[in-house]
């Protein structure tokens, strides 16, 4: 079986989950350690079964460690829970960069992979836009999160939550796409 198609991306979850179950039973510090292990555990397991890390995993990882020491310093778990929003903001602030520079990350990606892009550029540049707001609100929505809610609630939304809210805005730009494309071929 290809090792690429396997759904590595669920291996992001573990240092939640961990945090999660342990927060529950242990203590605050057991939490956080734990977290900070499972998440080496799962960059070693991705780079086992694929071959390499991906960038976004190792900033998840240095964000899961540096979090986690400031949590552990300061005897508060927010910060080790913030580490959703520094990545949603970090991915938004690279598309913001990409569009300064006149670049499309998802062109580049199709270009990369050999594929023609089935869409006219500027659809793709329209995405982007869409996508880093996205990524922008729900980074800022992971803050309050955090700040304001219980583990369990941060872990719906840091996991499965994401990919609701997620599934919910494709089906929202897929719609507008549409509608765009087919305004432009009157």
């Not at 270009?111 to 729900?138: N, T």
Request: charged share 15%; hydrophobic share 55%; glycine share 6%.
């Amino acid at each position: 079986m290809n090792h690429a198609s396997k759904p590595y991306f669920l291996l992001s979850f573990l240092p939640a989950l961990a945090y999660w179950y342990l927060e529950t039973y242990y203590t605050l510090e057991v939490a956080l350690i734990g977290g900070v292990l499972l998440g080496v555990v799962e960059m070693s397991i991705e780079k086992k079964f694929s071959g390499h890390v991906h960038t976004l995993s190792k900033l998840n990882l240095a964000l899961i460690i540096i979090l986690g020491g400031i949590s552990l310093v300061a005897k508060e778990g927010i910060f080790f829970k913030l580490q959703p929003t520094l990545t949603g903001i970090a991915i938004s602030l690279f598309l913001v960069f990409k569009k300064i520079k006149n670049e499309s990350l998802m062109l580049e990606m199709l270009k990369d992979m050999k594929q023609k892009p089935p869409l006219p550029e500027d659809v793709y540049k329209i995405m982007e836009w869409h996508l880093c707001l996205f990524l922008f609100l729900f980074a800022f929505f992971m803050a309050w999160i955090a700040i304001k809610e219980s583990t369990s609630v941060w872990l719906f939304w840091k996991t499965g939550g994401f990919y609701f809210a997620f599934g919910g805005f494709m089906i929202l730009e897929i719609i507008y796409i549409q509608w765009l494309i087919r305004r432009k071929m009157r």
